[in-house]
């Protein structure tokens, strides 16, 4: 079974700071997908990130990092230097491939990220 | 570069109505999925198309539930008779390729009173 583990519910910070949002995930497929999805208040889920099983290097995308560790089964991301617009809920997710090369996404709880100036 | 549509954006209805709710995928995405949230949690997985054979269903989908894709395009969600436990946000997602990103929709929100 495919599960998903995000601890911390919510997090606040201050404009300019780092913060790091921790997934934890379980499963037994030797090849799969992680992703990251921002919901903002507005509902829309919004693609961030995916990454292979197999490829462990890490990522960096403007402000946002990436590090992936399968020896932990973890799958963190980080955000430097905060900004308020960065408010949201932040979901990662663990995907199957479906029959036909779908994806069955199981997504962690969440985590709510609070910006303030 | 029109996203995923959804229709309607809020549905409120009294228990024991049918609702139904429309999505429109991105227009070259072949893949399309439901998936259901709730309050506080992420979203859950539903059903899914690869053009108009629906090849996935949840346990979750109760007999009241019914999802098609007639042609392959737009896709319709289906509750009969619904319960105050359906009241959630359904969510539609499309995608095009093998192990592609899923790109959802606003969303309907489902309120049964």
């Known amino acids: 079974a495919q599960k998903v583990t995000q601890a911390q519910t919510e997090i606040s910070v201050v404009e300019k700071e780092d913060v790091t949002l921790d997934c934890v995930y379980e499963?037994?497929?030797?090849?799969?997908?992680l992703f990251w999805y921002k919901q903002p208040p507005s509902g829309e889920l919004v693609f961030l990130i995916r990454?292979?099983?197999?490829?462990?290097q890490n990522e960096i995308s403007g402000r946002y990092s990436w590090n992936f560790q399968k020896s932990t089964s973890s799958f963190n991301f980080t955000i430097t230097a905060s900004q308020v617009v960065d408010s949201a809920v932040y979901f990662c997710?663990?995907?199957?491939?479906?029959?036909?090369?779908?994806?069955?996404?199981?997504f962690g709880t969440g985590t709510q990220l609070k910006v303030e100036l | 570069d029109t996203g995923v549509s959804q229709d309607p954006r809020h549905k409120i209805t009294k228990r024991g109505q049918n609702v139904t709710f429309r999505c429109d995928p991105i227009?070259?995405?072949?893949?399309l999925y439901w998936y259901r949230q709730t309050l506080g949690q992420g979203p859950e997985f539903l059903t899914y198309?690869?053009?108009?054979?629906?090849?996935?269903k949840s346990r979750l989908l109760s007999d009241r539930f019914s999802a098609e894709r007639p042609k392959g395009s737009f896709s319709t969600l289906e509750i009969q008779r619904t319960e105050q436990g359906d009241s959630a946000m359904y969510l539609c997602?499309?995608?095009?390729?093998?192990?592609?990103?899923?790109?959802f929709g606003n969303g309907t929100r489902l309120t049964v009173t």
């Open positions: 997602a499309s995608s095009f390729g093998i192990n592609s990103p899923l790109h």
């Open positions: 499963t037994r497929d030797t090849t799969y997908y």
């Open positions: 990454r292979n099983s197999f490829d462990e």
């Open positions: 997710a663990l995907s199957v491939v479906l029959t036909g090369g779908g994806n069955k996404l199981t």
């Open positions: 227009s070259e995405h072949n893949r």
């Open positions: 198309f690869q053009n108009e054979a629906q090849l996935e």
